[in-house]
Nanobody, 115 residues
Framework: QVQLLESGGGLVQPGGSLTLSCAAS????????MGWYRQAPGRQRELVATINVGGRVNYADSAKGRFTISRENAKNTVHLQMNSLKPEDTGVYYC?????????WGQGTQVTVSS
């Protein structure tokens, strides 16, 4: 059973920074890709950033230039560094791992950007 544990969410002022972490219960190279998604109140879950097994990264337009996804291989962890946060970045952030046709999700961590 794959487990993904997110951490690092919280309340931050506009313009601030947060780093989210997703710790996997197994070697992250067992997955084809890992990524971060977010869901704002009343909206569908949307992609924020992904990183595949080869290290290729992909970002939503809203995240480009502000967010950075990275891996910490020794800890089986994927991070999302978020800078210049805006109120519209508010939502629950979920970690996802994909292996073949199977997707695994974490429980999510709340990010609130507000003054």
């Amino acid at each position: 059973q794959v487990q993904l544990l997110e951490s690092g969410g919280g309340l931050v002022q506009p313009g601030g920074s947060l780093t989210l972490s997703c710790a996997a219960s197994e070697n992250i190279f067992n997955f084809n890709a890992m990524g971060w998604y977010r869901q704002a109140p009343g909206r569908q879950r949307e992609l924020v950033a992904t990183i595949n097994v080869g290290g290729r990264v992909n970002y939503a337009d809203s995240a480009k230039g502000r967010f950075t996804i990275s891996r910490e291989n020794a800890k089986n962890t994927v991070h999302l560094q978020m800078n210049s946060l805006k109120p519209e970045d508010t939502g629950v952030y979920y970690c996802k791992a994909r292996r073949g046709f199977s997707d695994y999700w974490g429980q999510g961590t709340q990010v609130t950007v507000s003054s």
